[in-house]
Nanobody, 125 residues
Framework: VQLQASGGGLVQAGGSLRLSCVAS????????MGWFRQAPGKEREFVGG???????YSKDSVKGRFTISRDNAKNTVELQLNSLKPEDTAVYYC????????????????????WGQGTQVTVSS
């Protein structure tokens, strides 16, 4: 399994980025796919995800700003980041987990078994 994240970069506060995660070795429509982020000196935290069923779920603080979607034909999960704030600065990771995991697990890293390498998002003030 490989998860290749891309799309990060440097953006001013209020700007937007679109992150992509291309999966190989698995079919994303049969897995729960999640996005996490980790800022320097902080623990990895959940951002948002999309279940195998297509239902999405996200961290409360990013609702209305971040949107997760998937393109089954491209086997790709995307995270649209809008109205970015300096506190959104982090390395963003995509992850894949078994569809058998329960919903509460999907908000934590233990809900996922495979991880991508991360892409850096830096928001300047």
């Amino acid at each position: 399994v490989q998860l290749q994240a891309s799309g990060g970069g440097l953006v001013q506060a209020g700007g937007s980025l679109r992150l992509s995660c291309v999966a190989s070795g698995l079919t994303i429509s049969t897995y729960n796919m999640g996005w996490f982020r980790q800022a320097p000196g902080k623990e990895r935290e959940f951002v948002g995800g999309i279940r195998w069923s297509g239902n999405t779920y996200s961290k409360d603080s990013v609702k209305g700003r971040f949107t997760i979607s998937r393109d089954n034909a491209k086997n790709t999960v995307e995270l649209q980041l809008n109205s970015l704030k300096p506190e959104d600065t982090a390395v963003y990771y995509c992850a894949a987990g078994s569809k058998r995991k329960i919903l509460s697990e999907l908000f934590t890293p233990r809900g996922y078994d495979d991880w991508g390498q991360g892409t850096q998002v830096t928001v300047s003030s």
